[in-house]
Every structure is written in structure tokens, then in C-alpha cells.
């Protein structure tokens, strides 16, 4: 047996470097476009230059004669066999899907929608063969602003549809019974404000383009694909193609950036796995930048009505949100769920008493949207955190003092919400008190004050964003209400090896998050294992054999609490051993530090590595024990979790030019229990980069054609370290009592919380100047002509 | 995306070049640094049959001292160009635009002469080169000739360059003493384009304003003057008030064009709030 060894030091709460950078940074590793097999083909996509068109004819002749050329093949080719791009979440029982072809057969509905695809010898063949494919399209009338898509005699995007609505769904308090009708609400209204604001449409811009590369073995398949879901596409892929599911396997290599980007099943791997299929040889597509920017799925993209109602002290009364929510041309895989899942948002941390959220989902000729950073929870967010400042106002009170009055009380959790969510944990006072210090708040305000007495060209402006978010998707049950088409529980499985080391296999598969690094810390600890000795596993179908995926804040809340549940299974089976092999009553063994200790007699001990190799060798185990030290356990949570923080920003905004600068940024987040600080403070800079970027730099814009005019990066203004301040982050540290490891999630905390903390800060500095609103990205034109319009 | 096939050669010398140049004929393209040429075949937006790579033709290298001159070789990139003593002494306004020019990485591929030659509107190297009154040095077949940046820069991305020239080289007179410079840009993110750029240089005589010239990036089809402020500035006191009244000339005779960066009257309100900074930065005030 191996010598006992000390006790590790506790992992969880280390800030330790991520042992998986050096080979995601250096880029030697297992990319999907990296990946060469012998024999294989490439594709390229021919991809329409109409936002809404017939398709009359298509000649391929010439592009099939072209050298290096082997197969070109269009929607109708495969229009037998292509099935529909699967979307997962019918929000409502009369949903209106029109399917979404992969290759287009008949009719095209926004601009780069694929309509043929080339196999050739190269990429380069391939490409250049799509210069001589021809295509006859006969032009429809773009469906492009939402409001009069929805209007009577509108064009139709889709020919086999009524009307352009997918569909409404609809809450209100009163009829839940989660609280109070919303109609007395508004009737009774000392004061009622009512806003509109626009949530433009974004572009998740992941820094690896997709990638799929497919081999057809046997009468089966193996996807590579640069996916945040090899599991749901494993199953999508089998529904869609009919292909049996045990005939599937999905890898997800190293996937590098998702930010919901890559949850869908794409038209692009769909199309790959046919054509590989068809064609019988391995086959790969991988993106360009430009492809990506028009046909991989946008964000956002929500008209907001918002009507807020509160007594003159300024207690709130009522919240009513209608949406208009962009679908874009078709539904991917959660489509319409995500204006959905921001419903039980709007809310946040108010205790409203009546509440209404009605959304439209509207078809458009345009990219269908789908997840991005946050779905749903940072349009919620910003529109109450926008219209609480623009009732402060109207009531003539600090914003900060409104909030208050009106967030949950740290000793009223758990607490339950006018939309019925249960938040079990979290403490507003002490996050925002330790915000307001961090920034200098009092002394922001009296130089404030200078600057307008002064009449300063340059005016500061504050802002504020107190929020919450649901994280740790989800309770299976709760999906199911919400007619989601899969749970929300996740998997995984340990394997004790017989040297020691340790095996963790998780469904969770991750595109960046640090997922390998947070994983081993828990299970070093919870196994008494070094941190090195761990290898977790994830992200191809054949090994992790089933999972849920990462999206939602939710690996380390309910995957990271799956392989707590897998490791304790493990130190369960271990025991039984030790008790064996210690020759004691296994109610007298006390594990701790990795050692199996016999209580009052100190030095009978065993370690779990050397319990690893006695179930190897089995030569000594207790009867009807199996020769194995290995685990499996599924967790399905209770509840969400619900991260929180108050971010705060201070802004310098140049009146003359419009020019906004972000002169400091505070952000205090709670998310629980931290397993690594260092990875917890990298998800808040990266996640408020692209929060701030919302409120600042980014829209995809499309002309009156229906052309994406932002179609390369530099006309989609994406912001670098260069353009964003230092950022200051703190924590406090509210335990979730919803999961042992105490845990809420992080992944998306940052974006969700920075976009209105910003706006609101440029809003703040130009109020004086008459100024209520401007649309995002708050550029320096819109400003400037803000400011115009205001003082005319 | 993968450029369309096309013939490449690299010549060593600047002869070699013209001849190249000569034979290829007029759908071949010179590549320089390439940081604007690339993009443009990446997306398949130009499909040149060949490609005369310049980039090893040490002629065309550094920045050499030419009595009341310096002159910048064209294949000198802005990470030289930036860092030169000649320039940096001789030419402020020339390291200082240069230093705004896109990101680290373009800058160290990206060239002096290239930039100019591309003759994009929105490159901050025109107004530079219009306000500083260079030369631009082209070797044809039938020998070397100069050509004034008044004269050089003709419509959008087009130069007075003759379809079988090559830029060997920019003259950039000695910034005299007494004179000052600025060049101020305005752009929404560290790497973008300018929506608006000014480069101004300003002689003082007697707590005066003796003369001015005024260079305007990305107000037009091509780099402007701002003729009408450089008269209005003549002669003005060197004070806030009376600077900001003449810079509000500076968008007059302009033709800004409307785009997703800014609408025509918001660049030529940029004009010449920009211009007021670049003076007032220029002269100390």
C-alpha cells in the first residue's frame, strides 16, 4: 500500500490559474477545424443575398464541373430527408412553427440562409465553386420592423402561415394567484410612469467560428462540432435525420466561446451530417467570420412597453410589461423562450404586489435570434432598472432610496415573488452599502453638482443597477410548466482509479468557463485527492453518456452539485471497504482529508487512492461488493439559484461630440459561496465587457432591404480592453441555501447587470439638459442629437 | 474566407517592381502591408490576377534625412514611422497621427505608404499629409516624379497615381520652428476608423495666430483642407473665444458623407468642434 499522504489544503475558495489555458490559449488542441481525417471533404455554403425571396431556379452545372468539385447539392436535393431545424420550447400550445428548412427549398427569409451546399476536394475548391452556382430569385417585400409585421395586411414572412405572430404568451398576478390583478393596480395608480425602450438586436461574436466536422462510420456517425450542447444535439440529430440515436456520437472538443452562440442545432451541422452521409466520407464546415455575423443566431431584439405604478411615498404598486419579441425568420432550439424565461425577471428585487407580462413573437425577414448571455434576464433587467430611475423622478426621490424602499429586506428570504419564484438567499443592503463605499458615491454626487452649477461641457452621470438573476437552470418541473422539451437536471460520474487518481465525468460540457479547473477543486476537497489528480471529462457522447449541457449559469450550481452527489456515492462505497480492511464498524470510521480514520484509535487509517487499488486488485473485499470504486448520480434541483449585486458607474459624457467614457465602474456581486475566486472575477470582467457593450457600442443593423449593414467587425462596433475602464469588483458572500456548495452561478451576472447601470449613468448626466432617454448603443451621435433635440 | 487564386511574385528591387507592375497589367494589384488589401480578397470584394508583393525591396525602407525634407520610404511601417527620431523630431504631427492609427498589430504591418496610397477618406494620414504639404515620390517606366498632396488625392480610394507607377516614397517637409501641431481624432472604439479627424498646424508670431493649416480626415471623398478656417485663423488672437469662431468655418466647402458611424450634419458639427481642439491643443491653450 501507498504511504499515507497529508491532508491537501482546501481547494474550495482557492484562486488558482486554469489548468485548462495553456492549451486553450496556445490553440494546441482539439479545435473542431483542427481536426483532419483522412479522406475528408469540405463544404462551403452558398448563402442568400435576399431578405425575403423566391427561389425560381437553381443551375449548379457549371459549380459540379468545377475542379476538385464532388457533390453540389440544394434544398430541394435533400428536401425528402433534411427534416426541420428543431426548436425544443413550444411556449404555448397553438405556437405558430413554420419549420426551418437547413437549405432552403422554395423560398428564402433572411439574408444568409443557406441555399446550396459544395463538397470539394479543399476549401478552396469548394468556395470557388460557389461563384458558379446560379440562382433565379424572384424578390418579396421585406418583413422587417415588428410592429407592422404584426399589423393587418402585413406581407407574411412564410407562405403557410395566418399572420406573422408566433405566438402570445401571457402572466398576470391576479389570475396565478401569486398576487394581485393588475387592472386594480393601474386603476388605483398614485403615480404611473410608462416607458418604451428598445433592446437591439446583437451579435454573440464568439471568438472560434463554428465548426462541424462529420464522419459517417458504418450505418452510424460521429458530429464534431463546436457546440455548448453535444447531448440535446445528439437526440436532436437522431429526430431530425432519423437516424437511431444509438447510432449518434457528438463530440464537442474544446469549444472556444458559446455565449449562447452555440446552443442551437444549427443549419450548418444539420447540413454537414446529410452531407457526409449522403456523399459517404467525412466532411467538414467551418464558418467564416462574415458567415458567422449573418447566420449564426442573434440576441436580444424586444420592443418594451413598460408601465410602472407606485404611491406617491413611492411604494410600488403594479409592473406591466408587453414585449415585442424579434423571432427573426425561424425558431432555433429555445427561440421563444427566451423573452419567457425573462418573465419571471421584470420583477427583480421589488416586492411588487401585482404584476402583468405579455409577449408577441413576431417572424421577421431577418436572422432568427435565439440565447445570448443572459436570454431573456438582461432585457427584464434593464427595463426595471431603467424605469425605477425614471420613477425616482417623477417622484422626486433618490433612486437609491427608492430601491430600497422597495427590495426584499435581507431578513424577509426566502421570500416569494409576484411571478411565484422562491429566492432563497441574499442580502441587497450589504452589497449596495459596500458598493456605494467603493466608488466614493457622496463625493460623485457633490462634483456632480459642481459640473452642472458650472456648466461644464463635460457632465458626470451616475448609475445604478441593483439586480438579481435566476441561475442554475432549472428544476425539471419548472420546464416542464413552462413547456420546455427536456429537463433540467444534470449528470455525472466518478471513476477512482486503481493508482489513486480520479476520473470525473460531467454533463456539463464547457466552451471556456474554467469548468475543468472549478470541478477539481470540488472534488478535491469532497474526495481528499490532490487537485492534479484529477482529470474531468466531458463533452463527447461516448464517454459522458448523458448530460444537459452549460448554458443558464448552471454547471457549477446543479453539474458542479452532481458530481458532489457522484463523490459522495463514492466515499459511501469506500466506506464499506475501509471498514472491511480496518477490521471496524464502518458507524466508528470518520472520513476526512482523503483518510478513513477508526474514531479514538488514531493511526488505523486508510486512504481512499489505496481503498482504489484494493477494489482494483479485489483481493480482499467484503462479500457481495463489486470490484469497483466508481459512481454515477443525477441532480435535479428544487429551485434557481439567485445571484445579486448592485453595480454602479460613473460616467463622463462630452456634450459637445456625445463622446460617453466610463470614468469608474463598481460592481459587488453575490454569487454565493465562490469555488474559485479568480475564475468568479474573469466571468464579471468578461460578462460586463458585453453588458457595457450593449449599452455602448454594439447593434446589428439592417437596411430597408433587409441587408445586414453590420456585417463584418468593422461596421459591428465590438469594444476592446482599450475602450473599457479598470473594472473594481468585490463580493459579498450570501450562501444559496438551495445546494450544499452554497453556490448561485456567474456566468452571466456581469452582462445583466452593467447594460442599465450604464445607460442609466448617461441619462443621469444629461437630464438636466432635458434629456430622458437615448436608445442603445448610447453612440455618440444619438447622444449628441439627444442632447439637440432636448434643448430645441 | 479564402481569397480567389491569383499570380504572385515578390520583386527585390524597386526596377524590378515597375517592370512587374508594367507586365502584369491593369488587374493586378500592389500588396504592401496588406491590411487593407487582404480583407478585401478574404471577402472576395476584388479578385486581382496577380499580386506584386514589395514587401522585400529594401529601397523602400526607413526614413532617411533630405536637407528641408525628411523622406519616409513607403514600405516604412507606422510602428516605424512612429518611433523614427527624424520623424518624431522633424514631424510631430506625422508620429502622432500615426500613433492613432488602428491597433498594435495593424501598425506593425500596415505601412506608411500604403495607407496613403489606399486613399481612404477615413485614414488619418491624408489630412496629415494635405496640412503638411508632402510629396509624393512615384517611379514609372519612363522615371521618378512628384506629386503634391493637393494634387494626389483625386476621388474615393483613387490617387493621381498612374495605373503603372509604384509610391517609392513620401517627402515630408521639416516641420519649421515655430510652428505647432496637432492631430485630433474622434472614433468610438480604440481600433475603429476616425468618423472625424483634424490635423492642424499652427504658426503663432506676437500671441497671434500668423497662419494655419488644416487638414480633414474623413469629411468628403478624399482628405480636405478646411480652406475657409485656415482664413478665418489667420490672424486671430490666440485665445478660447476667438479660435472657436473661426474653427466654426471648418466644415464649410466639405462634403461629409452619411453612414452607420455618423450622419453628414454630426461630422460637420464634429468639423468643427474638433478643429477648436486641435488649434487650441496645438497652440498650449
Redesign the interface.
Known amino acids: 500500500m501507498t504511504a499515507v499522504a497529508d491532508a491537501p489544503a482546501q481547494e474550495i475558495g482557492r484562486s488558482r490559474t486554469r489548468k485548462e489555458d495553456q492549451h486553450l490559449i496556445t490553440g494546441r488542441t482539439t479545435w473542431t477545424d483542427n481536426i483532419q481525417i483522412a479522406g475528408m471533404l469540405h463544404l462551403a455554403i452558398l448563402r442568400s443575398p435576399m431578405a425575403h425571396a423566391r427561389i425560381v431556379s437553381i443551375d449548379t452545372t457549371e459549380a459540379a464541373a468545377r475542379p476538385g468539385v464532388i457533390a453540389v447539392l440544394t434544398g430541394a436535393d435533400v428536401a425528402d430527408i433534411q427534416g426541420t431545424v428543431p426548436c425544443a420550447w413550444p411556449v404555448t400550445p397553438d405556437m405558430v412553427n413554420p419549420g426551418h428548412p437547413s437549405l432552403a427549398v422554395t423560398q428564402v427569409n433572411h439574408v444568409g440562409e443557406a441555399v446550396a451546399v459544395v463538397a470539394a476536394r479543399s ?2 475548391e469548394a ?2 465553386a460557389l ?1 458558379a452556382i446560379d440562382v433565379d430569385y424572384e424578390q418579396l417585400d421585406p418583413v422587417l420592423d415588428m410592429e407592422a409585421a404584426v399589423a393587418d395586411g402585413a406581407t407574411l414572412v412564410h407562405p403557410n402561415t395566418t399572420s406573422n405572430k408566433s405566438f402570445t404568451w401571457a402572466f398576470e398576478s391576479g389570475a396565478a394567484g401569486t398576487g394581485a390583478p393588475i387592472e386594480a393596480a393601474l386603476a388605483d395608480a398614485e403615480v404611473t410612469v410608462h416607458r418604451r425602450f428598445i433592446q437591439q438586436r446583437l451579435i454573440p461574436a464568439f471568438m472560434e467560428p463554428r465548426s462541424t466536422v462529420v464522419e459517417p462510420i458504418g450505418d452510424g456517425v460521429t458530429i464534431h462540432s463546436a457546440t455548448q450542447i453535444p447531448h440535446i444535439m445528439r437526440l436532436m440529430m437522431a429526430l431530425t435525420l432519423g437516424i437511431p440515436e444509438h447510432k449518434v456520437r457528438v463530440i464537442a472538443p474544446d469549444v472556444g466561446g458559446g455565449f449562447g452562440g452555440k446552443i442551437p442545432v444549427t443549419p450548418e451541422e444539420i447540413i454537414t451530417t446529410m452531407v457526409a452521409r449522403k456523399l459517404g466520407r467525412p466532411c467538414k464546415f467551418t464558418e ?1 467570420r ?1 458567415e458567422s455575423i449573418m447566420s449564426a443566431h442573434h440576441g436580444r431584439d424586444q420592443i418594451q412597453d413598460i408601465t410602472i405604478t407606485a404611491k406617491r411615498d413611492g411604494t410600488v404598486t403594479g409592473l406591466d410589461v408587453h414585449l415585442y419579441a424579434d423571432m427573426g425568420a425561424y425558431l432555433r432550439l429555445v427561440t421563444p423562450g427566451v423573452p419567457v424565461l425573462g418573465a419571471f425577471m421584470f420583477n427583480a428585487i421589488y416586492k411588487f404586489p401585482a404584476y402583468r407580462f405579455v409577449c408577441d413573437g413576431v417572424f421577421t425577414t431577418k436572422t432568427p435570434t435565439d440565447a445570448y448571455r443572459g436570454a431573456g434576464r438582461p432585457e427584464a433587467t434593464f427595463a426595471i432598472e431603467r424605469i425605477m430611475d425614471e420613477l425616482a423622478v417623477e417622484l422626486g426621490m433618490d433612486p437609491m432610496e427608492l430601491r430600497r424602499k422597495n427590495w426584499i429586506k435581507h431578513e424577509e428570504f426566502p421570500f416569494t415573488t409576484v411571478c411565484g419564484l422562491t429566492y432563497d438567499s441574499g442580502n441587497y443592503e450589504a452589497a449596495t452599502d459596500k458598493a456605494l463605499a467603493l466608488i466614493g458615491w457622496d463625493d460623485l454626487r457633490a462634483e456632480q453638482a459642481k459640473r452642472r452649477a458650472d456648466n461644464d461641457p463635460v457632465q458626470l452621470g451616475l448609475g445604478i443597477s441593483t439586480f438579481t438573476e435566476m441561475c442554475g437552470l432549472a428544476p425539471s418541473r419548472v420546464l416542464g410548466s413552462l413547456s420546455y422539451g427536456a429537463g433540467g437536471w444534470e449528470h455525472a460520474a466518478i471513476r477512482m482509479l486503481p493508482s489513486g487518481k480520479v476520473e470525473v465525468i460531467t454533463g456539463a460540457s464547457a466552451h471556456g468557463q474554467g469548468h475543468e479547473t472549478a470541478f477539481s477543486q470540488i472534488v478535491a476537497d469532497r474526495l481528499g485527492v490532490a487537485f492534479e489528480d484529477i482529470e474531468i471529462m466531458h463533452g463527447d457522447t461516448a464517454i459522458s453518456h448523458k448530460g444537459l449541457d452549460t448554458y443558464g449559469s448552471r454547471s457549477l450550481a446543479v453539474g458542479g452539485m452532481a458530481i458532489v452527489r457522484a463523490a459522495d456515492k463514492v466515499i459511501e462505497k469506500a466506506r464499506k471497504i475501509a471498514a472491511h480492511l480496518l477490521e471496524a464498524n464502518e458507524d466508528d470510521l470518520e472520513f476526512s482529508g482523503g483518510q478513513f480514520g477508526v474514531k479514538g484509535a488514531p493511526g488505523s487509517t486508510i486512504g481512499i487512492g489505496d481503498i482504489a487499488l484494493a477494489t482494483f486488485a479485489a483481493h480482499n473485499l467484503p462479500d457481495g461488493v463489486e470490484p469497483s470504486l466508481d459512481s454515477d448520480a443525477t441532480y435535479d434541483p428544487e429551485n434557481f439559484s439567485f445571484p445579486h449585486g448592485t453595480h454602479l458607474c460613473a460616467v463622463d459624457v462630452d456634450t ?2 456625445g ?1 460617453v467614457t466610463i470614468r469608474k465602474y463598481v460592481c459587488v456581486d453575490d454569487v454565493g459561496t465562490p469555488i474559485n475566486p479568480l475564475i468568479v472575477e474573469g466571468q464579471v470582467h468578461g460578462g460586463l465587457a458585453q453588458g457595457i457593450a450593449q449599452a455602448l ?1 454594439e447593434e446589428a ?1 439592417y437596411d430597408d432591404n433587409g441587408n445586414l ?2 456585417g ?1 467587425f ?2 459591428y ?4 480592453a ?2 473599457l475602464p479598470s473594472f473594481v469588483t468585490d463580493r459579498t458572500e450570501t450562501p444559496a441555501t438551495s445546494n450544499p456548495l452554497g453556490v448561485k452561478g456567474v456566468g452571466e451576472a456581469g452582462t445583466i447587470a452593467s447594460t442599465p447601470a450604464v445607460v442609466n449613468a448617461v441619462i443621469d448626466a444629461l437630464r438636466p439638459l432635458g434629456v430622458k432617454d437615448v436608445r442603445m448603443p448610447c ?3 444619438r447622444v ?2 439627444a442632447i439637440q433635440e432636448a434643448q430645441a | 474566407m479564402i481569397p480567389a487564386s491569383f499570380d504572385y511574385t515578390r520583386p527585390s528591387s524597386v526596377a524590378e517592381a515597375v517592370s512587374a507592375i508594367g507586365e502584369a497589367g491593369e488587374d493586378a494589384k500592389v500588396l504592401a502591408g496588406g491590411q487593407s488589401l487582404i480583407p478585401v480578397l478574404r471577402l472576395r470584394l476584388s479578385a486581382p490576377t496577380t499580386l506584386i508583393d514589395i514587401a522585400r525591396i529594401p529601397e523602400l525602407q526607413g526614413v532617411t534625412d533630405d536637407g528641408d525634407a525628411i523622406l519616409i520610404g513607403a514600405m516604412t511601417t507606422h510602428h516605424e514611422v512612429m518611433r523614427n527620431a527624424l520623424v518624431c523630431e522633424h514631424a510631430p504631427l506625422i508620429a502622432q497621427a500615426t500613433a492613432t492609427v488602428a491597433d498594435p498589430q495593424v501598425r506593425h504591418r500596415g505601412t506608411f505608404g500604403g495607407a496613403l496610397v489606399h486613399a481612404d477618406p477615413a485614414g488619418d494620414l491624408g489630412a496629415v499629409a494635405l496640412a503638411m504639404n508632402c510629396e509624393f515620390v512615384a517611379q514609372g517606366p519612363a522615371g521618378e516624379r512628384r506629386i503634391r498632396a493637393a494634387d494626389f488625392f483625386v476621388d474615393y480610394l483613387t490617387t493621381a497615381l498612374s495605373a503603372d507607377e509604384l509610391l517609392t516614397a513620401i517627402r515630408v517637409p521639416k516641420t519649421p520652428a515655430g510652428w505647432s501641431t496637432h492631430y485630433e481624432k474622434f472614433n468610438r472604439v480604440a481600433q475603429a476608423w476616425a468618423i472625424v479627424g483634424v490635423a492642424a498646424m499652427v504658426r503663432r508670431e506676437n500671441g497671434s495666430i500668423a497662419e494655419a493649416r488644416i487638414g480633414l480626415t474623413n469629411m468628403g471623398t478624399t482628405p480636405l483642407r478646411a480652406a475657409a478656417a485656415e482664413q478665418a485663423l489667420a490672424g486671430v488672437d490666440v485665445s478660447a473665444g476667438a479660435i472657436a469662431a473661426a474653427s466654426s468655418h471648418a466644415a464649410e466647402g466639405t462634403h461629409a458623407p452619411s453612414d452607420l458611424s455618423g450622419q453628414a450634419d454630426y461630422r460637420e458639427h464634429l468639423a468643427r468642434v474638433l478643429t477648436r481642439r486641435a488649434v487650441l491643443t496645438a497652440v498650449g491653450v
Open positions: 476549401k478552396a468556395q470557388d461563384e467564416s462574415s459637445e461630440t463622446m457600442f443593423i449593414t453590420t463584418t468593422i461596421d462596433t465590438l469594444p476592446s482599450a475602450d453612440t455618440p451621435e449628441w442629437r
